[in-house]
C-alpha cells in the first residue's frame, strides 16, 4: 500500500510563496503520474498540476506560471513550488499518484491559507 504525505503548508499573504511536499513510500517512478490536487471550501476538488513518468509538468491555466512542479527520485518526493499566492489559492492541497492499471493513491492533504 503506498503511501503519500504532504507537507508544507501554511498561511502566507497575498503575493508570497510557499513550498509544498509530497514523500512516497514507495519509487515515484513506479507512477505513471504524480502531482497536485486542491479543495477550496465549498468547491470541488480540482488539478492543479501534474508530472509524468516521461516528460514535463502540466499545469492548470489557473496556475500556469506561477506554480512549479518538481521531483526528486532519489527521496520519492515530489515538490510545489507556489509563488505569487492569491487568495483564491487558499485550499488544502492534495497529493495524488496514478499507478499503470490505473489504481489511485491520496495524501491526507495540507492547508494553505493566502490571506492578508
Known amino acids: 500500500q503506498v503511501q503519500l504525505v504532504e507537507s508544507g503548508g501554511g498561511w502566507v499573504q497575498p503575493g508570497g510563496s510557499l513550498n509544498l511536499s509530497c514523500a512516497a513510500s514507495g519509487s515515484i517512478f513506479s507512477f505513471n503520474a504524480i502531482g497536485w490536487y486542491r479543495q477550496a471550501p465549498g468547491e470541488q476538488r480540482e488539478l492543479v498540476g501534474r508530472?509524468?513518468?516521461?516528460?514535463?509538468?502540466t499545469y492548470d491555466d489557473s496556475v500556469q506560471g506561477r506554480f512549479t512542479i518538481s521531483r526528486d527520485n532519489f527521496k520519492n518526493t515530489i515538490y510545489l513550488r507556489m509563488n505569487s499566492l492569491k487568495p483564491e489559492d487558499t485550499a488544502v492541497y492534495y497529493c495524488?499518484?496514478?499507478?499503470?492499471?490505473?489504481?489511485?493513491?491520496w495524501g491526507k492533504g495540507t492547508l494553505v491559507t493566502v490571506s492578508s
Open positions: 508530472i509524468f513518468r516521461y516528460g514535463s509538468p
Open positions: 495524488n499518484a496514478v499507478e499503470p492499471s490505473g489504481r489511485e493513491y
